[in-house]
DNA sequence: TTATTTTATACCCTTTATGGTATAAATAAT
DNA sequence: ATTATTTATACCATAAAGGGTATAAAATAA
């Protein structure tokens, strides 16, 4: 699973949330949120950062090793 | 502009390259890379990915300060 | 075990991102 | 200055992302 899904669902579960309640909370689709956290990655980059956002994070450029 | 737009455009500038020949080499539409280094928000995240990888890079999680 | 909650998959529908292309604007070169 | 190159904006068409919802599967609780 790519960085950000496993992020996403590891911070959601620290912080006690459903991924219903997630959604509801981050403003974004429930569907979203799951296909996000499977690790889908044909989604959008705004709804993404939306997620994040929820934990101070967003989409920034890392190196692909370490 | 986002960090990820902004390190797109420096990159392909420092590589030497048009928008149209990174296009090509990335194998992104022209259309795409243009508005990805305009900063446009909702762009895909898999496109979003294959131009960050041009540079040994990928979107990660990072803090929203700093 | 069974019951309950959570997560995953499937369907339909609407919206929109993307590619291609053409034109306009801006920048660089002569 | 003019010309050539690069970048930005606009149009149309197609493919698909996302929302909602319903069902199935999986995980957790009792």
């Known amino acids: 699973m790519n960085t950000i899904a496993a ?13 219903e309640e997630f959604a509801i909370r981050s403003g974004l689709g429930l569907r979203f949120v799951r296909e996000l956290e499977q690790g889908k990655e044909t989604v959008r980059m705004d709804k993404v950062n939306q997620a994040l956002a929820m934990f101070g994070m967003q989409a920034v ?6």
Do not use: S, V, Y
């Open 7 to 19: 992020f996403i669902k590891n911070k959601r579960k620290e912080a006690g949330l459903t991924q």
């Open 61 to 66: 450029p890392g190196r692909m090793d370490e």
